[in-house]
């Protein structure tokens, strides 16, 4: 009777019904109804079966008593036979229901498992930045695993279960008194009425207890990413302690889980206990007075233990159902998450070729009570590049993040070629743009596949090109495994430099018609900048590029530099022209070039 329980998601930002969660789940498992319906069709059959096993051994029993074995020998050999049938006929439909069914779970999970993961992909970066990675990823483990168990215990026991207890109660009532069949009947209503009431009690303790998991096991995968943070302060045994204390609240919740688990399993045996001691009495009672054959002691006796497993299983199955609902509610109910960034209906692709982007009195705020830029307009004409330089804070990187469109503008509208970004498919506008952030973030795979992510289909010919022309020649020749070699987790084998070249190998393969420079060399050191800025002004060439710095110096090239400060553009013009003026981005500059003067005489 017992199980071990999973656990479930901290925040719950959507309650869902268990019908809403059942309704969601049946189409996965109606496009194979086929099976679905055999499978059914298997477990009927075995349930059948069973219950016509203690029918055969009480015929047996009694001729055994009655009749003596050589005159009608023949009579217990078919009944034996017949035994053996029934008994064999049970296993054989289970497994193969078994069989038929095993495709249909699998295929269910695997669609809900994919529907989820790109569902995820789809929603804002809002919605991603505001979440934990490690809460997010056992809600969808929690829930993936508990479809199986949901469909298996929903379609292999309920019904068939139901079935099985019907025919006993039936056969129990039409063949004997019908106090058998009534007490029956009322052992099985109090004890379904107990388990679903005691079960319901403990659903808030196992919620509780699944939101602590959940915490705990966020709180030790955001210790892990930030290993080196860790180190770099001698916080371990902080990090254990806080990690110690998560742990203990869930500790503590579950011993309160297993507590409720263990009276609900008592209280269990307690009624089926009773209903077997008060059935075999009243059916001893009979055989005595004769009204009875010691046959059918034997078949209420077989009944009723045979009753035991199903209404004992039938607890279980409630509260495995419960608890699997549960699981799955938080994993559907990131399906009803709101994309906030979604395709109009008559969106259209972006055509190939160059691309004039324009920002027209651009808006935004990440949230209403606090505005990021006011009426920004600028443009960057096909083939030229505009840079866009200032301090910390004045909204910089949120031009990059609105051109990749991760948010839409509150006021104003961006523009490539003319066309708004809300009427552009999303997947056509990403294609069209490439970027080299400012911390490249690799995957833990090889350094051949960080740099074909920027185009998967690309022939090793192309990714090898691309290496080249990102100056990582060298860089490969010295690893023994040359380009098969793994980068570890988020790059971290590899250096500052090095990662910004795999980012501009995996953009010049994707070779889109826009590139974002996002801060591209500000964490590096000067020797290192001036040669991936080398690279970098290569790759820009011939392409619309939007270059965000904080360095100057790395963009005095550019056809115009824009200087925000505190969400406006407050000077533009050439490198020349600004120093000219006098103003603002002159005043950056000197300032930038005293500290340079200042770290080389040091």
Not at 383 to 394: I, P, Q, R
Not at 538 to 544: D, V
Request: aromatic fraction near 8%; hydrophobic fraction near 45%; charge should be positive.
């Amino acid at each position: 009777m017992r199980r071990h329980h999973g656990a479930l998601p901290a925040p719950e930002p959507t309650h869902r019904h268990d019908w809403q969660t059942l309704r969601t789940l049946i189409p996965y498992l109606w496009s194979y109804k086929g099976r679905v319906l055999f499978a059914l069709s298997c477990l009927l059959l075995a349930k059948v079966a069973n219950v016509g096993v203690p029918m055969v051994f009480k015929h047996l029993v009694d001729a055994l008593t009655i009749t003596p074995a050589q005159a009608f020998i023949v009579v217990p050999a078919a009944l034996l036979v017949a035994y053996g049938v029934l008994r064999f006929s049970t296993s054989l439909f289970t497994e193969l229901r078994e069989l038929i069914f095993a495709r249909v779970t699998q295929q269910a999970v695997r669609n809900i498992s994919l529907q989820v993961f790109n569902h995820l992909h789809a929603l804002s970066l809002r919605f991603h930045l505001e979440r934990q990675t490690g809460g997010l990823t056992r809600d969808i483990e929690r829930g993936t695993r508990s479809v199986g168990s949901l469909i298996s215990y929903t379609l292999y026991s309920i019904l068939p279960t139901l079935i099985e207890i019907g025919l006993v109660i039936g056969i129990l009532f039409v063949n004997y008194d019908a106090v058998f069949a009534l007490i029956t009947g009322a052992t099985l209503a109090f004890y379904i009425t107990f388990t679903v009431k005691i079960t319901n009690w403990r659903t808030a303790l196992r919620r509780k207890a699944n939101e602590l998991d959940s915490a705990a096991n966020a709180r030790a995968i955001d210790s892990l990413i930030n290993f080196e943070t860790v180190k770099y302060f001698n916080n371990e045994d902080f990090e254990a302690r806080r990690y110690d204390a998560q742990v203990k609240l869930w500790a503590d919740a579950q011993i309160k889980n297993q507590l409720s688990l263990s009276g609900l399993n008592v209280g269990q045996a307690a009624i089926v206990a009773t209903a077997v001691a008060i059935m075999m009495t009243l059916a001893a009672q009979r055989v005595a007075a004769g009204s009875m054959t010691l046959g059918d002691i034997v078949l209420i006796n077989a009944y009723m233990l045979q009753l035991y497993i199903p209404l004992n299983f039938l607890g279980v199955i409630y509260r495995e159902i419960r608890q699997s609902l549960t699981d799955i509610e938080r994993m559907f109910g990131l399906l009803g998450e709101h994309r906030e960034i979604a395709d109009a209906p008559d969106a259209g692709s972006l055509p190939p070729g160059p691309a004039t982007v324009r920002f027209e009195k651009v808006s935004f705020g990440y949230d209403p009570a606090r505005q990021i830029l006011f009426e920004v307009d600028f443009e960057i004409p096909a083939g030229k590049t505009v840079a866009v330089v200032g301090h910390s804070g004045s909204g910089k990187s949120t031009l990059a993040r609105l051109l990749y469109r991760f948010y839409d503008v509150t006021g104003g509208r961006i523009t490539v070629n003319g066309i708004d970004l809300r009427q552009l498919q999303q997947d056509s506008l990403r294609r069209a743009i490439g970027i080299v952030p400012q911390d490249t973030v690799l995957f833990n795979d090889t350094l051949h596949y960080n740099i074909q992510y920027g185009a998967p289909d690309a022939p090793p010919g192309a990714v090898e090109a691309a290496a080249t022309a990102a100056q990582l020649d060298d860089f490969i020749a010295r690893l023994p495994g040359a380009m098969e070699t793994r980068v570890g987790e988020r790059g971290l084998k590899l250096s500052g430099g090095e990662k910004q070249r795999v980012a501009i190998a995996r953009t010049l393969l994707k070779n889109p018609a826009i590139l974002i420079f996002d801060e591209a060399t500000s964490a590096l050191d000067s020797k290192t900048e001036k040669a991936i800025q080398a690279q970098l002004d290569q790759a820009a060439r011939g392409r619309t590029a939007l270059v965000i710095a904080h360095r100057l110096s790395t963009v005095a090239h550019a056809d115009e530099i824009l200087v925000l400060d505190q969400g406006r553009i407050i000077e533009r013009g050439s490198h020349r022209r600004l120093l000219a003026a006098q103003g603002a981005y002159a005043q950056m500059w000197r300032l930038q070039q005293q500290e340079a003067a200042e770290a080389g005489s040091a």
